[in-house]
């Protein structure tokens, strides 16, 4: 029940925030004046609208099997696990590029601020959140190559699997052309987006072996796909998010977020993470299957340096937290624009209006015009 309830509100969740952005955009607000952000948010919430309804669809199937005895799924009956396959990773996939995009878009978003440069080739960043995003309902059954289900079906999702390397490779040159010769600005936002091109790069190169047939046959119980899922989810979306706390904190709260403590966090969480998930990459690869309570003596060192990385995480999301809580009670009073970005929530004082603008604005200019007179 709570996750259909779950699985509702994303659906009309996802409904108002597209409307939003196509009906009450600024006026002058071109879909190239459009902060890539914005763009972002849109791919995932598109994402999320088709993928959640089958999701949801899911459920309910899975309550009659319960409730009512029927066999969707029963093969005793007549039903098909491999129906729940489907229709779970039809989301579970999908699902993935929710959190993802949204976090990848804010360090594009932040990428210009603090590089005070223009993003490097905007149309290039947008096709790429679209690729991404096109793809990513395209791959879902590369969870089920093992599943016993008809070997020809594995070769069209291992073609599209590799192919999403593509649009990804695209946000990759987007950000490394921002960064290249940029006046950088070092700050947690400026190197989250460094983080973020380590985590996500050791992501993808893992991935590629994922995504072949005969590689995954070997991997695909091991604890290489936990260590490979965490470089993707949690190396593009939590570092992504912690960037965006300490980017926007100045506006949601009117304080800065204290320096030493954001910087604290960062580097707790990502060399906690990197220790943490590197030793589940050699225990994988030797052979350590996932999902098991116990396991070979001979992992045990390699385990145990893992659950040191993952207290490293952890302390580094109670530093985050504390940081969270005194710097938003005693941090210092933030100007209206401290980064001095182009968007617009940077134009507004804090508090914030009711109605984010009192004088509704008129958008006249692009967004990453860093680099010029004034800038």
């Not at 952000?37 to 459920?59: D, K």
Request: one cysteine or more.
């Amino acid at each position: 029940m709570y996750i259909c309830i779950f699985a509702i509100s994303t659906m009309v969740a996802g409904a108002n925030i597209t409307t939003t952005v196509v009906k009450m955009r600024a006026k002058g607000m071109t879909w190239n004046r459009t902060p890539i952000f914005i763009y972002g948010t849109v791919a995932s919430v598109a994402l999320a609208l088709p993928a959640f309804p089958v999701f949801f669809l899911s459920q309910v199937l899975s309550a009659f099997d319960r409730a009512l005895d029927t066999s969707f799924y029963n093969t005793a009956g007549g039903g098909s696990g491999w129906l729940y396959e489907n229709l779970f990773w039809l989301m579970g996939h999908p699902e993935v590029y929710v959190i993802l995009i949204p976090s990848i878009a804010a360090l594009m978003e932040m990428a210009p601020v603090f590089t005070r440069r223009p993003l490097f080739s905007f149309n290039v960043a947008v096709m790429g959140i679209a690729g991404i995003s096109g793809l990513s309902v395209l791959v879902w059954a590369h969870h089920m190559y093992i599943s016993g289900w008809a070997p020809l079906l594995n070769a069209p999702f291992m073609l599209t699997t590799e192919l999403i390397s593509i649009p990804t490779g695209m946000l990759f040159l987007v950000l490394v052309g921002t960064l290249w010769r940029g006046r950088l600005w070092m700050t947690v936002p400026l190197m989250s987006i460094f983080a973020l091109l380590w985590n996500f790069m050791i992501g993808g190169v893992t991935g590629i072996y994922l995504s072949d047939v005969p590689a995954d046959a070997f991997l695909h119980g091991s604890m290489y796909v936990t260590a490979h899922f965490h470089y993707t989810l949690m190396g593009a979306g939590l570092t992504g998010a912690l960037a965006a706390l300490v980017y926007w904190f100045p506006k949601m709260t009117g304080r800065m977020f204290d320096k030493t403590l954001s910087w604290v966090a960062f580097w707790l969480v990502q060399i906690g993470f990197n220790i943490a998930f590197v030793g589940m990459f050699m225990v994988g690869l030797a052979g350590q299957p996932r999902r098991v309570e116990s396991y070979a003596p001979t992992f045990n060192t390699a385990n145990m340096v893992t659950t040191g990385g993952a207290y490293m995480i952890m302390a580094g999301m109670l530093v985050l937290l504390y940081g969270v809580i005194s710097s938003a009670r005693s941090g210092v009073k933030a100007p209206m624009n401290p980064w001095q970005a182009k968007t617009l929530e940077w134009t507004v004082a804090y508090p914030i209006p009711l109605e984010n603008f009192d004088v509704l604005p008129t958008v006249s200019s692009d967004p990453y015009g860093y680099g010029k007179a004034q800038s």
